[in-house]
């Protein structure tokens, strides 16, 4: 049996499909996997095999405790999969689809599933938030800026630095694990306001930072520290207001106990720009809906990266790196401008990149023709797949170009500090040839 599968895998293409594969979940009895069959197919794990009709089917460990968390029995039971992947096959007349999971991610709760003929990952307990849109008037505020909210409401952030930027009653969600540990500025809301601290198996971070005031959104990609390059939003919805208090209070449940907090953190300030828009805007909820492969995908004539730095690994592939370099060859014009990284390969292909050191860069957002996507999501794998992020996609082309202009100003700002520096070591080099010169003819 074991040789006809491995030939039939060389000799013939898939028609029968794995769906989904649940191979350590949080509770062992509940592995399953989900099957297409076009017609009589054969599932294995070239230790057992199983017969289905055409359709779609659930093998699971325990059809009782499948049935307990899922609410219907499965269609077979007795599968028994290897947490840290294995091989296994779904037969069809003339087809054969394999799959192994020992490549892409491993950990508990995760479930693999297909999506666009390619594999994918996702845990049990993420939430649903479909994407929101709406027709907004609003401003951007560009940081370093000096930004404060009065009023009654909610903010969730991965942490926070400014407690003076606070000016009201309000309710706070923090992550309870933020790299350094948690500053003693966030236990100090905690006099006046309710503080919630998060942390969860299915989410790596709670790195997403909004504020709900009435229907007043504001999104951010800052920690409430306002002396970095980055995006502050302002705007009216009743609908995206409504969308993010769900998301705020269903994380909620993910509430924990802080184990620790570091010293205070001093804030400094800037002076900010302000530039207003009207257009529709749209809300992603990360990782379950990523909007920046898409974003990427959509330039037609240029695209302008702002973010600390990126790093183009990923799980399966290198999905951020090879959007941009398609757009590229798609004739983009494509800059990056980031404070941090070594980025210079990517001048192979025709794809500016400068680096700002003054101010730093916090902020992650990209410009396209006519859209700004603006994220708390750094752009590296945990950003982009496992953290709790939110996304906000605004269509207003005005906007999209004074963005560029400042985006731009930028890039030559790290142009010209490294021509100064150019220009500098060639002065001293002049100078000490100078001196050689003077030395040898006085000799």
């Known amino acids: 049996m074991r040789i006809f599968i491995l030939l039939a895998l060389l000799l013939y293409p898939a ?20 099957i297409l069959c076009n017609s009589n197919c054969t599932f294995t794990d070239f230790e057992k095999e199983m017969k289905f009709e055409k359709g779609i089917h659930y093998i699971a460990k325990n059809s009782t405790a499948f049935k307990n968390k899922f609410g219907f029995y499965p269609d077979a039971e007795g599968v028994s999969l290897s947490n840290n992947g294995e091989l296994i096959a779904l037969i069809e007349e003339n087809s054969v689809e394999y799959f192994n999971w020992a490549w892409i991610y491993l950990d508990e709760g995760v479930i693999y599933f297909k999506e666009r003929g390619k594999w994918d990952f996702r845990y ?16 951007l505020i560009l940081c370093p800026c ?34 350094g540990g948690i500053p003693l ?6 006099e006046n306001n309710k503080v919630y601290y998060l942390k969860s198996k299915v989410y790596r971070n709670f790195h997403a930072k909004f504020a709900v005031v009435g229907n007043k959104v504001v999104i951010t990609t800052e920690n409430w520290k306002w002396d970095k390059r ?11 207001s409504e969308a993010l208090k769900e998301l705020f209070y269903n994380d909620l449940k993910y509430s924990a106990q802080p184990k620790s907090f570091k ?48 790093d183009f690994e990923y799980f399966n592939g290198t999905p951020l790196l090879d959007e941009i370099l398609n757009a590229s060859k798609r004739g983009v014009d494509v800059k990056i401008l980031v404070s941090y990284g070594d980025l210079e390969f990517l001048e192979e292909y025709g794809i500016e990149v ?10 992650k957002y990209l410009i396209s023709d006519s859209s700004v996507l603006i994220t ?55 100078f000490v040839a100078a001196l050689i010169f003077l030395k040898r003819q006085q000799s």
């Open 185 to 190: 500025n966030v236990k100090m809301l905690e």
């Open 15 to 34: 028609s029968a499909e794995i769906l989904e594969v649940y191979p350590n979940p949080f509770n062992e009895e509940e592995e399953y996997v989900k």
């Open 263 to 310: 010293n205070y953190v001093k804030v400094e300030r800037g002076k900010g720009k302000s530039f207003d828009f009207s257009g529709k805007v749209a809300l992603y909820v990360m990782p379950e809906n990523n909007p920046v492969f898409d974003f990427i995908r959509s330039a037609k004539k240029r695209l302008y990266v702002t973010a600390p730095t990126l």
């Open 354 to 363: 400068e680096k700002l050191k003054n101010p730093k860069i916090h902020g």
């Open 230 to 240: 980055g995006i502050v939003v302002e705007f009216n919805s009743e609908k995206i």
């Open 146 to 179: 000096d930004y404060r909210l009065k009023g009654e409401g909610i903010v969730y952030a991965y942490t926070i630095y400014d407690t003076e930027s606070f000016e009201g009653n309000f309710t706070f969600a923090v992550d309870s694990t933020p790299v």
């Open 376 to 430: 708390s999501a750094n752009l590296n794998k945990y950003g982009l797949k496992l953290n709790r992020e939110i996304a906000l996609k605004i269509e207003d082309e005005k906007l999209a170009d004074k963005l560029a202009e400042e985006f731009l100003r930028d890039f030559k700002k790290g142009f010209d500090e490294r021509e100064y520096l150019y220009l500098l070591l060639s002065s001293v080099g002049f």
């Open 124 to 139: 049990e307990g993420w939430s649903s938030f479909e994407p929101i849109e709406d027709e907004v008037s609003g401003r």
